[in-house]
């Protein structure tokens, strides 16, 4: 389990991370979004003690990072898969690693095979693809078998396959009962990924859920309706909390109100119906309106 309570980090006059409180529980993945400069980063570098906070504290069962005495025991960490010597071979890289809690060759053995590195487990990090580099990250914080797994953009890099092994693995480890936080900028990876979300924007949480309550939140209900009277239909269902936005000639997408009551006013009036079809929210179009305040860095289309 992690746990953050007033967690504050400062650089200089600029606030990182503005006093958060966040409880990742074991048994479930739970994802960490926010636009860039949301103090992400910044956070799952103080969990694991490269940063020290400004205020407030966190603890991975039950303890700072730091007093843990065998720290890889409890905490597996990928925050920068380029944080390695270039100069040593995935084997080497990991037999160090695992020497440091008094594990050896089988267990290295174990982990490269885990991570489908057997190819290149003799050749120098240097001369990796950013795809390998990922897999022998993720190796790395596998490597002491932690009850607790936090990987920063787990994904990057990786090519279909990968990404479905990185999904297949974290869903087992959470369903050992495992604690995994992880981040990712795909929405749509996330959304099959993760069970529950804490989101962060401008260093501050602007939600702590499941994923379902996110994306029902995010954004109203949602039909596509088809009618040879489909501007009738725009006049009537048009009020403050429902916006009307045409698709086709006969066909719009009302935001605001449910199918049965577009269905119900339509045949009040008399209005035939050709398609009436709820559509479903996405996790992107939740996220997109929930971090709308909360962006830092803002890029507008060229036309």
């Known amino acids: 389990m992690i746990r953050a309570e007033g967690l504050t980090k400062k650089y200089g006059a600029k606030t990182a991370v503005n006093g958060i409180d966040f409880v990742v529980r074991p048994g479930r993945v739970t994802g960490f979004l926010g636009p860039n400069g949301a103090g992400k980063s910044t956070t799952m570098r103080m969990i694991v003690g490269l940063d020290r906070p400004t205020a407030g504290t966190v603890t991975v069962n039950g303890k700072p990072y730091a007093q843990h005495r065998a720290p ?62 990922q897999r022998l990250g993720i190796a790395a914080a596998l490597i002491a078998d932690p009850a607790t797994l936090i990987l920063d953009e787990p994904v990057n890099g990786l090519d279909p396959e990968g990404v479905l092994w990185v999904r297949r693995l974290v869903k087992h480890l959470a369903a050992e009962g495992r604690t995994v936080f992880l981040s990712s900028h795909l929405m749509s990876e996330m959304a099959l990924t993760a069970d529950h979300l804490i989101v962060l924007g401008k260093g501050r949480i602007i939600a702590d859920a499941p994923v379902a309550d996110i994306i029902a939140g995010g954004t109203g209900p949602r039909v596509r309706v088809r009618s040879p009277r489909v501007d009738d239909l725009a006049r009537l269902v048009a009020a403050g909390d429902v916006t009307v936005t045409q698709s086709d000639a006969d066909r719009i997408e009302i935001t605001g109100m449910e199918a049965s009551q577009v269905g ?6 008399g209005l035939v119906l050709h398609e009436l079809t709820p559509l479903n929210a996405s996790l992107e179009e939740a996220y997109m309106s929930l971090t709308a305040d909360a962006v830092e860095y803002r890029t507008e289309v060229v036309r």
């Open 72 to 133: 890889l025991r409890e905490v597996g960490a990928l925050l920068d898969a380029k944080a390695v010597h270039t100069g040593r071979t995935a084997y080497n890289h990991l037999l160090a690693m695992a020497a440091t809690h008094g594990l050896g060759a089988t267990r290295v053995r174990e982990v490269i095979e885990m991570t489908g590195l057997e190819s290149v487990a003799r050749k120098r990090v240097g001369a990796f693809s950013l795809g390998m580099g």
């Open 264 to 269: 119900d006013l339509a045949s009040h009036h």
